[in-house]
């Protein structure tokens, strides 16, 4: 009886565990894609070579306005400022502040600015900003 | 042992509700998840770059599904701007946490980052002929005219109740290959079914059945046949069936995966 238990809570067990999994482990990844557009950064001052030249910002100053967050960031090494316009979306689970340390990381297409281990913007370049597009698809006649 | 039991049931009824409404995330994507997602589009677009197609079948590795010996998730229509030279895809896609699905267009790097299961892409390059029929179809009203909303991931492919990305696109195939225009979905169906084509089959026990029931809004059985549900086999549309049936039927298309390493 004692066996007969165990080998009843072990199946319970992995029905728990078996019966979501199929969901995800069937046919998944066709769910609704991060739009990576919206949330991409828009310089409105200052220069990328700023995101180029130096692998630590530092937040000046952050401002709230509307869906946006518009942050400054100062290099670490020297006084240049960048004024970005970022996705309220994207930054407020990043908790940013006055003080917070950004690192910056430059690749083929853009700089992924980095709070801690979110990232709370990608800043494209002209390549990247040819690899990013999300829209509905509108009906053709 | 009671402990035991009494702990395995409040687990059984408590933890499908920790994955409801957790299909997929609406959170910021990792920033590892981003480079690598942004540094495979770039890499297919160079590859893509160094072809003369204008249209590709490609798919990406969404999830693991490894256990039905399966690779690749979801698939989708990339095709080369004509103006600009940038390569777009139209593809299909379930909402978040939802039942029902929408036609995207996008970009490239928006196609790897959705936190892939592993960063890869599989192409498939058709023939000049059959991507010249195929940019006809995109152009048409036919991708909205084949579109189903109810989505299934498990969708059964002869039956227009539900219908998944791979679906859709194998049913535009089909309006393609067929050059058949105001074709329905159970007409492209048809179509597909005489013409050979070989759906995958998944397995899924009763119990992961029960709890997808219960708990996931975009998994759906009651389109599939009672022998299916009786014997637990069930055929879906994957994008192996499909590059396989496009393969048979044109065998001048070429085939290349590109991986981050």
Known sequence: MRGKSVAMAVGLMWCVLAGPAIADNTTGGSQ??????????????????????????????????????????????????????????VVGGASLAVGTLIQTVADSTGYLLTAGSAAIAYVPNEVGRSLLYHARHKERD | MRRILVGALLLLLLTPFAYAGQTCSTRAPAPES????????????????????????????????????LRYSHMGFAWRGTLDGRWQIMHLLN???????????????????DDPFAYESIVEVPSPGLQEKLLHVLASPEPD??????????AYPYSARYQNSNQWVLELIAAGIANARGMSRTDAQRWLRDS???????????????????????????????EELASGRYQIVSVESVIDFVSRLDPATRRFVITLD
């Open chain 2, 145 to 154: 005219l084949l579109h189903t909303a109810s989505y299934s991931m498990i």
């Open chain 2, 95 to 113: 909402h978040c946490g939802r039942a029902d699905s929408d036609l995207f267009d996008e970009g490239l790097g928006n196609f790897f980052l």
């Open chain 2, 196 to 226: 050979g084509y070989v759906p995958s089959r998944v397995r899924i026990s009763p119990m992961q059945r029960l709890g997808a029931t219960l708990f996931r809004a975009n998994v759906r059985f009651d389109d599939h046949i009672p």
């Open chain 2, 34 to 69: 981003v480079r690598k997602g942004l540094a495979l589009a770039f890499k297919t677009r160079n590859a893509l770059g160094k072809t003369d197609a204008r249209l590709v079948l490609i798919g990406r590795v969404g999830a693991d599904l490894s256990a039905q010996g």
């Open chain 1, 32 to 89: 609704g894609s991060t739009d990576f557009s919206a949330a991409s950064a828009r310089i409105v001052n200052g220069s990328s070579e700023v995101l180029a030249g130096s692998g630590n910002l530092v937040v000046s100053s952050v401002e709230i306005a509307g869906d946006s967050v518009v942050v400054v960031l100062r290099s670490a090494s020297d006084a240049a400022q960048v004024t970005l316009n970022l996705s309220s979306e």
